[in-house]
């Protein structure tokens, strides 16, 4: 053999095991052997030369009773990687003595990837004997084997003298700097520890490290089984440090008790560990920012729900009072209407942010006109603009005006925007609304850009970072008065991730704002144009009608009565479900000719009344209108 397969510590290490092993390798076609442990030559009654002579020789088996058997089962192990596991009968030693041998082998490689065998031979005859060998074998494998493929540097350290043998160094690596000479030349635990700790060893880690390497706390901390670690900073060749890790775990042999040593780079497994630290601190400070915007939040929805039940109510109150002889009792109701629409939209906004945040909005296509729907945008905002004197220029370039898009959930990201912009535009000022259609990765995707741009106040450099931030808001001179919760933009920015497009936003203090919004659609592959005209409102007269109002609120079932009374439909009230059940059986045939139902109310809730009213015995049960109410406004809510 050209090139040793091991370092003469680890030869060493296998030629004086107790374990009666071999250790082979393969050479022009046959196996050879490389070296044998005292254990085997005790077994075998021989001398090492003499039985590393007799196993390369013409004839290894000749003393073997199942010869044949052997060489096939060589074979086998050798040039097809099959299991070697054989017991077989062999005359040993001077006087040709029969033991019964148990021989169990695997394929080893080296770190530049040749590959060696090593058998294990037990003598069956000596069940003891073979107990402590498969547990020094155990331990050998663990040391050898195991740490060798995980560590860059192994000790194997004496605790009774605590001299170190160094079993394993890779050369090369940034880890043995140090560790390979402080081992032979130093030669005592207590001395390579001390070299390395000074000479070496970050100045803040030196202190703890030389504690926690000590013999005391070794003796103390290192387990029967397992692993005791340490981890500490060593200074490398740049000037920086590299983080290592120092293992320490038991082994006996032949009675005498060591510690075997693996040292390693960590690098990669702390940086990653202090990584993963610090996306927890980010994450814990983004936990606390979002704590102290929602209680920012809460804070000034007070005010702002305030404001309008303020309004409503103290409306009302004049509406009490005052007679309607100049007319102000219109004016106080008109008000009493924009207060409580105001509050409403509060109230949706929030909901609208619980829904997405629970996972529960979906998004649902059809085929929609953009034309017509940019042009319901233009409608919806239209009034407000010219009470500002807003001017409102648009620009379209829309080869496929019909695509399929989410046509609510769209509304409510152009409102949003142009509403933002409406607000915080001043009067005489301009806000312009681009609208184009580019191609998409696929030939029936587009990609709709929307961009709205405004001469408002702008936002401040530092409030654009936070801008789809919930519960934000800039609070400023121009801001201060106008009504919000700070979740539009949020809902905004979560919308359109939700239909897979983006949003960008620039401003500048005083100079206005844009906005920027791709969401990528897909086109009707063939639209047939058909004339579509308004229907008129029915002419069927519901004079007459008799209806059950099943509603757990009077003050409900009031709102809803006086508006029917408009239209000469007359009404009954049921406080519950249970109620209305109860009305609906002993009412004649007929009596009613529909149910108002609330879907929640004490006692009986309307499914279940509803359910119960279909069940009776009687033929307008079944076919009577069941209409049901809900403050549920969501789709995915009903």
């Known amino acids: 053999m050209d090139k040793p397969l091991f370092s003469e510590e680890i030869k060493s290490v296998y030629e004086h095991s107790a374990i009666p092993l071999a250790v082979y390798y393969v050479e022009g076609g046959r196996f050879q052997t490389y070296l044998v442990s005292d254990g085997f030559c005790r077994a075998y009654e021989t001398t090492r030369e003499d039985l590393v002579m007799r ?21 086998d192990f050798s040039d097809h990687d099959a299991e070697y596991n054989i017991v077989f009968h062999e005359y040993v030693g001077p006087n040709r003595r029969l033991i019964t041998v148990h021989a169990i082998g695997n394929h080893e490689y080296t770190p530049d990837g040749r590959r060696y065998s090593v058998i294990r031979y037990h003598e069956l005859s000596d069940i003891a004997q073979r107990k402590l060998f498969r547990n020094e074998e155990e331990q050998l494998h663990m040391a050898l084997d195991g740490l060798s493929r995980d560590f860059d540097v192994i000790w194997l350290i004496d605790c009774n003298d605590h001299t170190i043998t160094l079993l394993q160094s890779k050369q090369g690596v940034g880890v043995v700097q140090g560790a ?3 081992a032979r030349k130093l030669g005592v635990y207590e001395n390579a520890v001390a070299g390395l700790i000074k000479t070496r060893i970050v100045e803040e880690d030196r202190e703890r490290l030389s504690k926690q390497l000590s013999f005391e706390e070794l003796e103390k901390n290192v387990p029967e089984t397992g692993v005791y670690s340490c981890n500490y900073r060593q200074h490398d060749e740049k000037g920086g440090y ?4 120092m293992c320490f775990a038991k082994a006996e042999w032949n009675g005498v008790r060591n510690f075997i040593v693996g040292i390693r780079n960590v690098e990669s497994m702390i940086r990653q560990q202090l990584e993963n630290q610090r996306k927890l ?12 915007a929602k209680s920012a939040f809460l804070f000034n929805m007070s005010h702002d729900i305030r404001t309008p039940l303020n309004a409503i109510l103290g409306f009302v109150k004049l509406a009490r009072e005052k007679k309607d002889s100049d007319g102000k009792l219109e004016d106080y109701l008109d008000k009493i209407s924009i ?10 906004e929030v909901l609208e942010m619980a829904r997405i945040e629970n996972n529960r909005l979906v998004i649902t296509t059809d085929l929609y006109s953009m034309d017509l729907f940019l042009s319901d945008c233009k409608m919806m905002v239209e009034g407000e603009m010219k009470k500002k004197n807003l001017t409102l220029v648009t620009e379209r370039d829309l080869p496929y005006p019909y695509l399929y898009f989410d046509r609510e959930h769209m509304l409510e990201v152009c409102i949003n925007i142009l509403s933002n912009a409406v607000k915080y535009t001043p009067p005489g000022g301009t806000i312009r609304v681009s609208t184009v259609e ?3 990765d696929t030939l029936n995707e587009r990609i709709v850009e929307f961009v709205i741009e405004d001469t408002g106040c702008g936002m401040s450099e530092d409030f654009v970072e936070h801008a789809f931030d919930a519960f934000e808001r800039e609070r400023t001179q121009h801001g201060s008065g106008v009504p919000g919760t700070g979740l539009g933009l949020a809902i905004v920015k979560r919308l359109v991730d939700l239909m897979g497009g983006s949003i960008a936003v620039e401003s500048k203090k005083g100079l206005g704002t844009t906005f920027n919004v791709t969401i990528p659609l897909q086109r009707a592959q063939e639209v047939e144009m058909t004339e579509t005209t308004t229907p008129s409102e029915s002419s069927v007269s519901v004079a007459g009608l008799h209806v059950l109002i099943a509603e757990d609120m009077k003050m409900n079932a009031e709102v809803l009565a006086d508006p029917l009374e408009i239209k000469e439909i007359t009404s009954e009230w049921a406080e519950n479900g249970k109620i209305a059940v109860e009305m609906l059986a002993q009412s004649e045939e007929h009596h009613f000719d ?3 139902m609330d879907m929640r109310m004490p006692i009986m809730d309307g499914l279940t009344a509803t359910r119960e009213i279909r069940k009776l015995d009687r033929t307008n049960a079944k076919e009577m209108p069941i209409i ?7 789709e995915e809510d009903v």
């Open 55 to 75: 196993l390369n020789g013409d004839d290894p088996f000749v003393n073997i009773l199942e010869k044949q058997e052997m060489i096939e089962a060589v074979r």
């Open 180 to 182: 390979v000479e402080d």
């Open 242 to 245: 590299r983080y290592l890790q």
């Open 281 to 292: 601190e980010e994450a814990l400070e983004r936990a606390e920012a979002a704590t102290k």
């Open 339 to 348: 207060s409580g629409e105001h509050l409403l939209s509060i109230l949706n």
């Open 438 to 440: 580019l191609p998409g």
């Open 594 to 596: 529909a149910v108002l």
């Open 628 to 634: 049901a109410l809900t403050a549920n406004a969501f």
